[in-house]
């Protein structure tokens, strides 16, 4: 089991991607979860099976086709009680 974080720079709120993350979160049957922050950037936890965190990274590049990244900061981060992958408020 592994858990990252990643925040996303750019047009990242607004745009839809927090829902987009949460769906592909849960169907990769990840916990953790996906939230905005105060500066304009969004902030995603995700904790699994390594392979399916990595495909979350995948989604993310990718993007939902609303958004656009200017830049991404990922680090291992704590393994935790996170629960279902939900977007926080």
């Not at 939230?35 to 990595?54: H, I, T």
């Not at 609303?66 to 990922?74: K, T």
């Amino acid at each position: 089991m592994v858990c990252k974080r990643w925040i996303l720079y750019g047009r990242v709120q607004g745009v839809g991607l927090r829902h987009f993350l949460r769906v592909h979160g849960v169907r990769l049957q990840l916990e953790g979860y996906v939230r905005n922050l105060p500066d304009g950037s969004v902030e995603v936890v995700a904790q699994g099976e390594k392979e399916k965190v990595l495909k979350l990274k995948t989604i993310i590049l990718q993007g939902n086709g609303f958004s656009r990244l200017e830049d991404v900061q990922e680090e291992d981060f704590p393994i935790g009680n996170y629960g279902s992958f939900h977007i926080e408020y």
